[in-house]
């Protein structure tokens, strides 16, 4: 009986000692032929020396870790980072953020995650430790100020497309214009000649209102202001495209040029409300700029206006008739030595008395008188 005892005793020691591993990183496994084998302990990788002569249980990087070993020759990547958003750098050397996160991961177990994720419709690179490490997927967009989300970049306009490699949601300003980060719609961008505008089509610059000529796409404006007293709708590209507010006026040829009244018109052109521009009495022309209602001029060389109220063609003085519109005067000129008013219109012609005429009788009275005494 204690024969029994004591080989069973002898058994147990042999076998407490042949599961004894001399890796201290090790721990005995699985039980062969040769004795048991040793597997590398939690947080260890690699091959014991107690199967291979000349290995050795590795520590993991920091911040890993890894479950006991049930075989040998465990490589590193079986150490998991401790931060569920990192993994093991390209040497295995340390854990970074993976791909879509950014930060420093956090070594602790169970601690918080040190890698955030980048915001919606960004991308960035395993390792990347900034928020500008995310880029969008949209190649027109870029993130916002603040980071919380994506706008196309300047001189774009529309809604980023999150999706990668999809199509871009940001469109470039028409030709000409520009707009700032985040603009969402066309009309947010402006023409760089400050003289111009969109057209109603959004397709390109033109000029504005009261201005005519070709937007310029940088530098002095192209778009010279209509004369003063002048005005032009959009779009106008010559300076005779700018007319004169009052309906009976235009621009004359001076340098610069201004507003006159057309011809048979007379006064002074008014840039709103009622015409300052009124037409010549019935029956005369005047010339454009004309001023005063003198200017207005009758059509029959031998007539011009009297001071009736309405003003109309009378014969000048020494005339007699009736003034015509057009052709042959109407006007007839009285005998030589007679004379007629102006305004006569039928032959009202009489011996011109001159201050020899009044002289003669004079004498010829004196004489009379003279006889009689």
Not at 284 to 292: H, K, R
Request: with cysteine; hydrophobic share 30%; charged share 5%.
């Amino acid at each position: 009986m204690k024969a029994t005892s004591l080989i069973l005793i002898l058994l147990a020691v042999i076998v407490k000692v042949s599961a004894t591993c001399t890796d201290a990183n090790a721990t005995a496994g699985a039980f062969i032929d040769t004795g048991f084998i040793c597997y590398c302990n939690a947080g260890y990788y690699g091959t014991s020396t107690d199967s291979v002569s000349g290995g050795s249980c590795q520590k993991c990087p920091t911040g890993t870790n890894s479950v006991l070993a049930t075989t040998t020759g465990t490589l590193v990547t079986s150490c998991i980072c401790n931060d569920a958003n990192s993994a093991l750098n390209n040497g295995n050397t340390a854990c970074q953020c993976k791909a879509n996160f950014f930060g420093t991961p956090n070594p602790t177990a169970g601690g918080a995650t040190g890698c955030t994720a980048c915001p919606t419709g960004t991308a960035s690179t395993a390792g990347s430790t900034a928020i500008t490490s995310c880029s969008c997927n949209d190649t027109n967009a870029a993130l916002k100020a603040d980071n919380i989300y994506c706008v196309c970049k300047a001189n774009f306009y529309g809604t980023p497309n999150p999706t990668a490699g999809g199509a871009t949601g940001c469109t470039a300003c028409p030709t000409g214009t520009a707009s700032t980060a985040g603009s969402t719609a066309v009309t947010s961008c402006s023409c760089n000649d400050t003289n111009a505008t969109l057209k109603a089509d959004n397709s390109a610059c033109f000029c504005k209102a009261n201005f005519y000529g070709t937007p310029t796409t940088f530098g002095a404006s192209g778009c010279t202001a209509c004369p003063a007293g002048t005005i032009s709708a959009d779009g106008q590209t010559d300076k005779s495209q700018c007319t004169c507010p009052d309906v009976n006026a235009s621009l004359n040829s001076a340098t610069p040029p201004s507003c006159q009244c057309n011809a048979n018109f007379y006064g002074t052109p008014t840039t709103s409300g009622a015409s300052g521009c009124i037409t010549c009495p019935t029956g005369t022309t005047s010339a454009a700029g004309s001023t005063t209602k003198y200017s207005c001029a009758c059509p029959d060389t031998n007539a011009s206006l009297n001071f009736d109220i309405p003003p109309v063609c009378q014969c000048n003085p020494n005339f007699y008739g009736i003034p015509t519109t057009s052709g042959a005067s109407g006007c007839t000129i009285c005998p030589l030595g007679q004379t007629a008013p102006a305004g006569s219109v039928t032959n009202v012609c009489g011996a011109a008395f001159t201050s020899s005429t009044y002289i003669l009788s004079i004498v010829s009275l004196l004489f009379s008188i003279v006889m009689l005494i």
